[in-house]
């Protein structure tokens, strides 16, 4: 496994957090627990051993038990960064960016919404693009999905294992099934995705 720099494990770390308005505040950094620095966004959550990490966290008591949604290392199968780079090349996903131009506005930020009043008459105006919030951009590959396993995933969170392997230099990690359905990918002694398949995550 490579070493990486603090100013690499943050940025990895800070893909995983949520960005929502929706989600819970303390979603939107990582945190500690159990000896492992930790990001989620309540689909997915990147685990890394404290001792990588130099900085320090919140210890909140009111975020998610991720030992409890992680299950014991047991694998029964694994993914090369090969086969990850192979199925991101057949669904057209460009896998060196883990955002892309949001395609309801066209990376604008702003649709024309249209509105019929109690007379029928037709109002339009501008205003801020729902699918993006008005960045202009999406979480690559949100919208596509994927088979490992026999569960679906949504394609971006594989893009975000992907991100993390490259970084890493590994070129496998071995996949755990858990009880409920979510999968422990695991990249090296320390390091640990875990993804819930569309049908845990309402995706």
């Avoid at 627990?33 to 900085?55: M, P």
């Avoid at 210890?59 to 290392?73: I, R």
């Avoid at 896998?95 to 649709?111: F, L, N, W």
């Avoid at 949504?154 to 071995?174: N, P, R, S």
Wanted: net charge negative.
């Amino acid at each position: 496994m490579k070493e990486l720099t603090q100013a690499e494990w943050h940025r990895l770390l800070t893909l995983f957090v949520a960005d929502a308005e929706d989600m819970r505040p303390a979603l939107m950094k990582p945190f500690e627990q159990d000896g492992y620095v930790c990001a989620t966004n309540a689909y997915i959550i990147l685990r890394v051993a404290k001792r990588f990490i130099s900085e320090d966290f919140s210890t909140d008591k009111h975020l998610p038990d991720v030992a409890s949604v992680t299950p014991e290392h047991n694998p029964i199968s694994a993914i090369t960064i090969d086969t990850l780079r192979g199925e991101f090349v057949r669904q057209k996903i460009d896998y060196d960016t883990t955002t892309a131009d949001c395609p309801d506005c066209d990376d604008e930020g702003e649709v024309e919404w249209e509105y019929t009043d109690t007379d029928g008459d037709k109002h339009k105006m501008w205003a801020e693009c729902p699918c993006c919030g008005g960045t202009g951009i999406i979480p690559n590959g949100i919208n596509k999905k994927c088979q490992v396993i026999g569960e679906t995933i949504i394609v971006h969170y594989m893009l975000l294992l992907y991100h993390v392997m490259f970084a890493l230099g590994v070129d496998k990690a071995e996949i755990t099934r858990g009880k409920r359905e979510q999968i422990l990918f695991h990249i090296a002694e320390g390091v640990d995705v875990v993804v819930m398949p569309c049908s845990n995550s309402n995706k």
